[in-house]
């Protein structure tokens, strides 16, 4: 008799580039990325930082609804984001809008998916995405479905989905890396383990010593990234794709990461859960203060770089919410106009009934 | 007597039973150390440890599975959904296996379990966090689906529903957690599940309802004494079985009916109510039973949920049909 257990969990181990310190300790698997793009990546991570403070004050007052902050997760989500092409399909959870920005979705949809209103979900016919998920790890399947549609329609792209810790302990979580096994569907699936699944830390999650080792019961590649670090995340999921689209299987990437902020702002408290300490210890992996250190140590970024990036995003920002609040209201017969191609009887009558009402 | 929101008064149900019996358990996401995401079981898992009071990995159907082992094993569990817009993902746990444990396996084993989740709309949530899924669950055989609308029968329902010996579904609707308090008895008593209650007498009209609901008929009821009509309002509290007697008592004085739900209007309780009177005792109405329900829309984006919800104002409307019928 012969247990495995101990021999697979030590294979996993955390895949980095950028250390803290922003030093370069692997040098082998530095993305080929131009001076552009390295600068490219640093403005959308304070950019997106600037989005999630501004959000969040917004959300406080009364101007944004439903919000789950992304502070700490930046590499994570733009990272990957960073590696995909304009046709991939992204199928994100309810903390995944800013990869939807930097996708194509505009700002004030965002906005309104957070005011709850439809036409937040509206999305242009460029952007290939699903809206935001709400029901844990309900993505991961459809991400299945997504990534072996593209394979039968012999199309050069992937279907990625994102979920966290906690999504990890869902049946659908497993259906959907064992479907996209079983087919070799081109996905690729995250999982941003930031640590707590609203207030349950992962180890009272499962009693597995990675996520990522999930991947070897499915029988696909799964790995370990430094959630923190843009470079490691960006060359984990550019590497998951080359092997998506040539036919060689799904991966399955967690990344080591942590929202800085609530679980959302609908009265999630952390010090009910969290330690200063955790919390210090990881804002000294903040990922932008390493990118930035690596990019100034290639002089590639200034304060100055940096203030521009700010004054946009605010400008921006200014501007999306107006064109939010510009939204006409939801109506009842908006709703019902919703529900299907052609109306049965039953709402055809309801709709008549909604339009007088809302016509006094 | 204490004064206590209805949320006080389910955690205070809680605490009375995983004093009075060793076997109740009471688990789910972010129920332990963070009290539940309301708050419902804050305190819990301090005063009886983590062996009563438990987190659970993220997984509904993970939950409901493990609440039917649980009981398999002698224990009374009091899972938490944490809202009832993700019952779909234990929809089997709960409609397919234990809704029928008694039943197949002849009396033998029986699921003890009371499942508890915050339900209904008003209150923003994201998407598919609010809905009126009773109506689902009101037509699965071998659950019984109470709806408290006062933290004296909340206390009172689920302390009855963690002692019944079947599968009780506890639906707490989100936005009474906290909208007013009331006077709830220290210790322990009970309400009887399947009983309705007269919230207000009145001779003219019958409006039935429950959950939040019924603070809609009782602020139409208000309105409709100013006009001179005298609403009787009954809180069905139970929608499965539901306690048909009081009904058409009510019925039968004031041969006039309105049946309120926040629910849709397709199939749902309202429209098993409806029914149910035309059968027995239509020679004693006066006019059709009319409903007022929300339209059958999936439930609205938070930001439409105003115009969406029924409130006492459609209620007053139909009053009126029937009234002047």
């Known amino acids: 008799m012969k247990y495995v257990l101990d021999n697979v969990e030590s294979q996993f181990e955390m895949f980095q580039i950028l250390n803290e310190d922003g030093k370069i300790v692997n040098k082998n698997s530095m993305p080929d990325l131009s001076d552009e793009e390295l600068k490219e990546l640093m403005r959308r991570m304070v950019y997106t930082r600037i989005l999630d403070q501004r959000s969040i004050a917004l959300n406080r007052q009364g101007r944004l609804g439903f919000y789950a902050p992304t502070a700490g997760q930046e590499a994570s989500q733009l990272g990957s984001q960073f590696a995909l092409e304009k046709e991939d399909f992204i199928l994100p959870g309810y903390r995944d809008v800013p990869q939807l920005i930097w996708q194509g979705l505009p700002l004030y949809q965002a906005f309104l998916f957070s005011k709850g209103h439809f036409h937040g979900n509206q999305f242009p016919d460029e952007l290939h995405a699903l809206s935001p998920q709400i029901i844990i790890g309900a993505q991961y399947v459809q991400a299945a479905g997504v990534a072996l549609g593209i394979k039968k329609r012999g199309k050069k792209n992937v279907a990625i989905t994102y979920t966290g810790d906690g999504g990890t302990s869902q049946g659908d979580f497993y259906e959907g890396i064992n479907f996209a096994g079983a087919y070799k569907a081109p996905a690729i699936f995250i999982v941003q383990n930031n640590r707590f699944a609203i207030s349950v830390p992962v180890e009272k999650q499962t009693n597995a010593k990675t996520l990522a080792q999930k991947s070897v019961a499915a029988g696909i590649e799964g790995i370990q990234v430094d959630g923190m670090d843009v470079l490691a995340v960006y060359a984990a999921t550019q590497a998951a794709r080359e092997r998506a689209i040539n036919g060689e299987g799904p991966t399955l990437i967690e990344t080591l990461t ?17 330690t200063e300490d955790m919390d210090n210890e990881w804002e000294k992996r903040d990922p932008l203060v390493r990118f930035r250190k690596f990019l100034e140590s290639k002089k590639l970024w200034t304060e100055e770089d940096e203030n521009k990036v700010i004054e ?8 999306a919410i107006k064109q939010a609040e510009e939204q006409p209201k939801q109506k009842v017969t908006d709703l019902i106009g919703n529900m299907f191609e052609e109306l049965p009887s039953n709402l055809q009558e309801q709709m008549e009934i909604y339009k007088e009402k809302e016509s006094k | 007597m204490a004064q206590m929101t209805m949320i006080q008064a389910i955690t205070d149900a809680m605490r009375v039973e995983l004093k009075n019996d060793e076997n109740v358990l009471v688990f789910g996401e972010d129920v332990g150390q963070n009290g539940g995401v309301f ?14 009071v438990f987190d659970t990995p993220l997984a509904e159907s993970g939950i409901g599975g493990l609440a039917i082992g649980l009981a398999l094993q002698g224990y009374r ?18 409609s397919g296996q234990m809704a029928r444990m008694r039943y197949r396996s002849g009396g033998h084993h029986t699921a003890p379990i009371t499942v508890r989740a915050p339900f209904g709309g008003g209150v923003h949530t994201p998407e598919m966090h609010a809905d009126s899924l009773e109506g689902l669950m009101a037509q699965q055989p071998g659950l ?36 007013f308090r009331g006077e709830v008895p220290e210790g322990e008593y009970t309400v009887e599940i399947g009983k309705a209650d007269v919230k207000k007498e009145g001779n003219d009209v019958t409006l039935i309802a429950y959950g939040a609901m019924v603070h809609a008929c009782l602020k139409a009821a208000e309105e409709l004494e100013k006009d001179g009509i005298s609403a009787e309002v009954v809180d069905l509290r139970t929608v499965s079985p539901i306690d048909y007697d009081t009904v058409l008592e009510s019925v039968k004085k004031t041969n006039r009916v309105v049946v309120v739900q926040e629910a849709q209007r397709q199939a749902g309780v309202a429209a098993n109510v409806v029914a149910e009177i035309q059968e027995r005792a239509i020679l004693h109405l006066e006019a059709p039973v009319l409903r007022v329900a929300a339209a059958d829309t999936i439930y609205p984006f ?12 459609d209620i007053i409307e139909k009053v009126n049909i029937v009234i002047n019928f």
């Open chain 1, 258 to 274: 942590y929202r800085f902020g609530p679980h959302t702002m609908s009265g999630d408290d952390p010090t009910r859960y969290r």
């Open chain 1, 312 to 319: 946009e995003a605010k400008e921006d920002i200014k501007k």
């Open chain 2, 39 to 52: 708050r419902a079981t804050e305190g819990l898992q301090d005063e009886f440890g983590e062996d009563r």
């Open chain 2, 77 to 94: 569990p009091v899972p938490e959904i944490q809202f009832f817009g993700f019952v779909y993902e234990v929809i089997d746990s709960i």
């Open chain 2, 144 to 179: 019984k689906v109470v709806i408290p609308s006062t933290p004296y029968e909340a206390k009172g329902l689920l302390i009855s529903a963690i002692r019944d010996n079947d599968p009780v579904i506890f639906l707490e609707h989100m936005k009474l957690y906290r909208s």
């Open chain 2, 302 to 313: 938070s930001d439409a949920e105003e115009v969406w919800l029924p409130n006492h104002q």
